[in-house]
């Protein structure tokens, strides 16, 4: 065991390797947990981490790395973020559980009434807290249900919903989320989802083309919910073209289709705005948070229509664990944080500064077929270069080298030829060009 070191933001913001990635007390530990740990809970970068905050993780050989992968969308406020770690030492010490279903606590609602302003649309909204995303997307589909009594469910190719039952079925990608794992939840059905790079359509197009599938091959009045990322997140960060949504939106209403908004990856300031589906002002019905609402803490969410999220039955939604009192304290914390340094406007600044290193990379990298994104949410598909054939070697062989190096990017994709860059929004603009430095010198070193 390490002792525990100070993190968050006064942690000093530099990359310094004082050793290969991974060192020799990473490499120790990497042994323990091949011991300990089940195989199939892999690692991506395997160096064991002390202290975290502003936009480094340091680690127990005592190296700094700078982290633009904010641990898949999480610590949006940064790690240790001063609010969050306040509320959370204040509600340990208060108490740290009571099951808000047996006895209730100000921190669950407080939570809620946040949500209630924070989302997109200003009807009456209800909100229910869950532990973890999947279970958020799943009881959005429980609730779309009983308020349709229908029982299909529409979702998307490269969709990534979670990895329970329902939710795998949800989930597009076989390898590594579903091969072996079913037989799945029944009455998914998938649509084409408008992907620019690869299908050229107008947003109207590619909504057409999908609304074609949905409307032959289950039938509007089937449908109980539209289950959608507004920006997807491990299919690729695929931004759909402008008037996919709106209309896709637009056809869920005249049919009475829940519109379900999944923002657990784009959603809490990531984006630049609060939430994805504001840019083209889309009301969802329902929306489902998680990831960044709590800075790092396990909490999750389903806001929607005070009349929809009504229809269950008391007793029909919660969980041990749901809205537990430390994960509230941690999210008021962390919206505390976004509203006061507004965030959105720096998710705004970073996706500035990450847009034009990565255009600069892409007029020298032909291997660089798209640089996509909004906000603090932004990626580069590699391609065989002239083509739209995945690279997905070259997206390795760049990721390891950038590992190496100190500087942790995580991939995504159907195909794993996807960059995603989603920094904290708490990193300096200096480490910020630094980083943008080492995938430059990774893309030079790899062809
Ligand atoms: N919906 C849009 O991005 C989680 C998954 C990492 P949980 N994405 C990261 C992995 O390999 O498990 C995610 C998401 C969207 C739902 C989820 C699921 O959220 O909190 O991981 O259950």
Redesign the pocket.
Known sequence: MTDSVAGGPSLPQERRLVTEIPGPASLERLDRKKAFVADGVGTTLPVFVVAAGGGVLVDVDGNSLIDLGSG??VTTVGNAAPAVARNVHAQVDAFTHTCFMVTPYDGYVDVCEKLAQLTPGDHAKKTALFN??????ENAVKIARVATGRDAVAVFDHA?????NL?MAMTAKNMP?KNGFGPFAGEIYRAPMSYPLRDGLTGGQAAARAIDVLDKQVGAQNLACIVI?PIL??GGFVVPAPGFLPALAAWAKDNGIVFVA?E???GFCRTGDWFASDHEGVVPDLV?A??GIAGGL?L?AVTGRADLMDSVHVGGLGGTYGGNPIACAAALGAIEEMEGGRLTERAREIGAIMERRLSELRAVHDVIADVRGRGAMMAIELCKPGTTEPDAARTAAVAAYCHKNGVVVLTCGTWGNVFRFLPPLSISDELLDEAFDVVAEALTATM
């Open positions: 898949i969308a973890s995303g999947a279970e958020a997307v990534y919903h979670g990895r329970t939710t989320y990322e997140g491990e999944d657990i990856q784009s489902t998680a990831k396990p999750a």
